[in-house]
T-cell receptor, first 113, second 114 residues
Framework: GEDVEQSLFLSVREGDSSVINCTYT??????LYWYKQEPGAGLQLLTY?????DMKQDQRLTVLLNKKDKHLSLRIADTQTGDSAIYFC?????????????FGQGTTLQVKP | DGGITQSPKYLFRKEGQNVTLSCEQN?????MYWYRQDPGQGLRLIYY???????QKGDIAEGYSVSREKKESFPLTVTSAQKNPTAFYLC?????????????FGPGTRLTVT
């Protein structure tokens, strides 16, 4: 079945780059997403990438997609303390065509001053 | 201001009681979703609705029920049959469920059942 895996925790120093990784299983996924969740809040859509793209850049965020290895990464440049949150990777259930998203477990990013 | 609202933010219930969580959107989105989030886990889909008066079970629908009588509203009832109802519940919507998969989330309701 469809599955999305992420490492659970990442700690970086303020000003460094952060790289959050994700692997997925559904090769027919059309879109892949990154969401951010701050404590006690809902999820905020950060960015997404279409499956025929390799890279997408949006200000401090860079998304890399390796479709062959089914690997997605989110790089945050110049990480700030305000970036501390849980980051979720999600894939669209391409084969099911229902709009369902399959989420990873989330990576907690801790930014130390 | 367009968005998704969920109320209340915190909800406390005694075991054996049904409870209904509210979700409203004014984004004119066709599709709406309910997810459950437990600590250290990703989001799990409870129910979703692609259009008014229609809804489908997600991966963990047992013990839950929904209705979609209006486009802007998708309430979730947690019944007494749900064995472990304490969790953070998130509602989301998207423009449609086929062309656009971007889902926008509400702020969530934290339900505690004792």
């Amino acid at each position: 079945g469809e599955d999305v895996e992420q490492s659970l925790f990442l700690s970086v120093r303020e000003g460094d780059s952060s790289v959050i990784n994700c692997t997925y299983t559904d090769s027919s996924s059309t879109y892949l997403y990154w969401y951010k969740q701050e404590p006690g809040a809902g999820l905020q859509l950060l960015t997404y990438i279409f499956s025929n793209m390799d890279m997408k850049q949006d200000q401090r965020l860079t998304v890399l997609l390796n479709k062959k290895d089914k690997h997605l990464s989110l790089r945050i440049a110049d990480t700030q303390t305000g970036d501390s949150a849980i980051y979720f990777c999600a894939e669209s259930g391409g084969s099911s065509n229902t709009g369902k998203l399959i989420f990873g477990q989330g990576t907690t990013l801790q930014v130390k001053p | 201001d367009g968005g998704i609202t969920q109320s209340p933010k915190y909800l406390f219930r005694k075991e054996g009681q049904n409870v209904t969580l509210s979700c409203e959107q004014n984004l004119n989105h066709d599709a709406m979703y309910w997810y459950r989030q437990d600590p250290g886990q990703g989001l799990r889909l409870i129910y979703y609705s692609q259009i008014v008066n229609d809804f489908q079970k997600g991966d963990i629908a047992e013990g839950y029920s929904v209705s979609r009588e209006k486009k802007e509203s998708f309430p979730l009832t947690v019944t007494s049959a749900q064995k472990n109802p304490t969790a953070f519940y998130l509602c989301a919507s998207s423009r449609d469920s086929i062309i656009s998969y971007e889902q926008y989330f509400g702020p969530g309701t934290r339900l505690t059942v004792t």
